[in-house]
């Protein structure tokens, strides 16, 4: 059974950061694309970014691109998304994704979500 549990949301200022994790299990994570995926609420999901397996490429949505930056550590089952520069409407609840997410679609194997909110 695959399971992915996120954690590292948090409240942080407009222009803060933070690290998002997402454990993995469940099946072999460094054969994996993974991706993060966020949802505002009255909001569609919306793709961020994603990893191939091995790391060494990624993409990001435009409305991201240059603020966050996406790793993984295979050794770990460990999926990461740095948050910086962080805005208010960064504000969502952040998903990790088994699989390559798109605009035009996203997997569904996803973790329950971690909560960030960027307040002044």
């Known amino acids: 059974e695959v399971r992915l549990v996120e954690s590292g949301g948090g409240l942080v200022q407009p222009g803060g950061s933070l690290r998002l994790s997402c454990a993995a299990s469940?099946?072999?994570?460094?054969?994996?694309?993974m991706s993060w995926a966020r949802q505002a609420p009255g909001k569609r999901l919306e793709w961020l970014s994603r990893v191939t397996s091995n790391g060494q490429t990624t993409a990001y949505a435009d409305a991201v691109q240059g603020r966050f930056t996406v790793s993984r550590d295979n050794a770990k089952s460990t999926l990461y998304l740095q948050l910086d520069s962080l805005k208010v409407e960064d504000t969502a609840m952040y998903y990790c994704?088994?699989?390559?997410?798109?605009?035009?679609?996203?997997?569904?194997?996803r973790g329950q979500g971690t909560q960030v909110t960027v307040s002044g």
């Open positions: 994704v088994k699989g390559p997410c798109s605009d035009a679609y996203c997997p569904s194997d």
């Open positions: 469940g099946f072999i994570f460094g054969n994996s694309i």
